[in-house]
């Protein structure tokens, strides 16, 4: 009985730790990138090259991606369709980015920090 028990509670703990170390969803991608474009929102704003206003829209755009990605693994999947919805919105926002960076707007006041 015990050496049953003990190799049920080993297999467990061997399935849960190989299915948390893989990302089944390509989750960990998902949040570097949001990572990667809030940087890139931030960084803008300190070089002057976005405004505050822009910084505004592009932060809303941001948080609307995490609310569906927030959707997409309520269920604890997110699909192919969800994943690519994700992306398409991810790759949209990057392009934002880079339009607002480069348009000539600048902020023309400086902080002194």
């Keep these: 009985m015990n050496r049953t028990v003990i ?15 893989h990302d089944w969803y390509g989750g960990s991608n998902i949040d ?14 300190r070089s002057g090259e976005i405004t505050r206003h822009e910084a505004y829209r592009l932060e809303r755009e941001q948080a609307h991606i995490r609310h569906m990605e927030r959707n997409a693994r309520a269920d604890g999947y997110v ?3 969800e994943r690519d919805r994700i992306r398409a919105a991810q ?9 607002e ?4 707007n600048r902020r023309w006041y400086r902080r002194w920090w």
């Design 7 to 21: 190799a049920a509670m080993l297999g467990l703990v061997a399935s849960t730790s190989v299915a948390s170390a």
């Design 32 to 45: 570097r990138r949001q990572d990667r474009q809030d940087y890139r929102i931030h960084q803008g704003m």
């Design 79 to 81: 699909s192919p369709y």
């Design 91 to 99: 790759n949209s926002a990057s392009r934002h980015i880079y339009n």
């Design 101 to 104: 960076a480069h348009d000539g």
